[in-house]
């Protein structure tokens, strides 16, 4: 059955090159390996930089939109725009990658976590408290030493290990006078005993496209702090749980954090706007050409 878009516009088959959006909020080096990668193919593709934005909410086509596209890839790095712009993206019927959904369940740790826990995927146990006496509670329920992270944001940025109470006091009170209510979510999580290292793995639609271990004497094993990344090869139990991950949080596209433990493996968050900076250096498959075929194919199968 043929219906119309959300736009009013009645869907037709693509005769031409297919017009990409890059949503930015400047070009990393993965950026501009997708941008590369989309013009050797000969698609149409230009950066939509998030500050330059004005969104009329009632149509795409208005004049100075800027977001006339046939699909939008999400690589923006402030949450709360490309929320609203995937939403607006959404409501006149522009397929996105990912979705409004996934990005919203995975720019949220609590939302990550808990979409983890529903479909059963294996995860360090987390709390949340709302004050600071019933966070200090949680770290007890947990025990020392106790993880504490902010609900939003990447790199690694104001994690801390708390190894006793008062130290977790000290890092809680000084969450709280951050200023945004979200410094006030206190999300605390089991310290779970690791080799220096943790696993990245890649996933663009149903297939892993490669997996590297990040490795570094900081207990924080973050790329961009500084982790050293070399190959990881690609298990059944590492494929198997990553596709698992990104279905239970819908995303099309994903870097999966994975942390071996005495139990076997268990996924720490899921990341719709994973970077891919280290990874490229451990494989030989082309990350960023797969991203925009992926990309290219939605738009097709959309206009179909």
Same mark, same amino acid.
């Given at each position: 059955m043929t219906g119309m878009s959300p736009n009013g516009h009645a869907p037709t088959p693509l005769t031409r090159p297919v017009r990409l959006g890059v949503l930015v $909020?400047?070009?990393?080096?993965?950026?501009?390996?997708i941008l590369a990668a989309a013009r050797d193919r000969g698609i149409e593709v230009a950066p939509i930089f998030?500050?330059?934005?004005?969104?009329?909410?009632?149509?795409?086509?208005?004049?100075? $939109?800027?977001?006339?596209?046939?699909?939008?890839?999400?690589?923006?790095?402030?949450? $709360?725009? $490309?929320?609203?712009?995937l939403r607006a993206l959404q409501r006149w019927g522009i397929p996105t990658l990912n979705s409004a959904e996934a990005v919203r369940l995975c720019d949220d740790k609590a939302e990550n976590s808990l979409a983890l826990e529903l479909a059963g995927i294996p995860h360090p146990r987390t709390l949340l408290a709302f004050d600071v006496a019933s966070a200090l509670q949680a770290c007890e329920t947990v025990g020392y030493p106790a993880v504490l992270k902010p609900v939003t944001g990447s790199w690694g940025r104001l994690l801390?290990?708390?190894?006793?109470?008062?130290?977790?006091?000290?890092?809680l009170e000084q969450k709280k006078e951050l200023g945004s209510f979200h410094h006030?979510?206190?999300?605390?999580?089991?310290? *779970?005993?690791?080799p220096d290292r943790d696993?990245?793995?890649?996933?663009?639609?149903?297939?892993?496209?490669?997996?590297?271990?990040?490795?570094?004497?900081?207990?924080v094993t973050n790329a961009a702090r500084g982790a050293e990344s070399i190959p990881c090869?690609?298990?059944?139990?590492?494929?198997?749980?990553?596709?698992?991950?990104?279905?239970?949080?819908?995303?099309?596209?994903?870097?999966?954090?994975?942390?071996?433990?005495?139990?076997?493996?268990?996924?720490?968050?899921?990341?719709?706007?994973?970077?891919?900076?280290?990874?490229?250096?451990?494989?030989? *498959?082309?990350?960023?050409? *797969?991203?925009?075929?992926?990309?290219?194919?939605?738009?097709?199968?959309?206009?179909?």
């Amino acid at each position: 059955m043929t219906g119309m878009s959300p736009n009013g516009h009645a869907p037709t088959p693509l005769t031409r090159p297919v017009r990409l959006g890059v949503l930015v $909020s400047y070009l990393r080096p993965e950026e501009k390996a997708i941008l590369a990668a989309a013009r050797d193919r000969g698609i149409e593709v230009a950066p939509i930089f998030d500050r330059q934005l004005v969104i009329d909410l009632s149509s795409p086509d208005a004049p100075g $939109s800027g977001l006339d596209f046939d699909v939008v890839l999400d690589r923006c790095v402030a949450h $709360s725009r $490309s929320g609203y712009t995937l939403r607006a993206l959404q409501r006149w019927g522009i397929p996105t990658l990912n979705s409004a959904e996934a990005v919203r369940l995975c720019d949220d740790k609590a939302e990550n976590s808990l979409a983890l826990e529903l479909a059963g995927i294996p995860h360090p146990r987390t709390l949340l408290a709302f004050d600071v006496a019933s966070a200090l509670q949680a770290c007890e329920t947990v025990g020392y030493p106790a993880v504490l992270k902010p609900v939003t944001g990447s790199w690694g940025r104001l994690l801390a290990r708390a190894n006793g109470p008062e130290q977790a006091r000290a890092i809680l009170e000084q969450k709280k006078e951050l200023g945004s209510f979200h410094h006030a979510i206190f999300y605390v999580q089991e310290y *779970v005993e690791k080799p220096d290292r943790d696993i990245r793995v890649y996933v663009v639609a149903d297939r892993v496209l490669a997996a590297s271990y990040r490795t570094a004497k900081h207990w924080v094993t973050n790329a961009a702090r500084g982790a050293e990344s070399i190959p990881c090869p690609v298990t059944p139990e590492i494929e198997d749980l990553a596709l698992r991950a990104c279905a239970a949080v819908g995303a099309r596209l994903a870097g999966i954090d994975l942390i071996e433990t005495r139990d076997g493996l268990a996924v720490v968050e899921v990341n719709t706007g994973g970077e891919f900076k280290g990874l490229m250096t451990t494989t030989d *498959v082309d990350i960023a050409g *797969v991203i925009v075929d992926e990309a290219v194919s939605m738009a097709r199968v959309r206009a179909a």
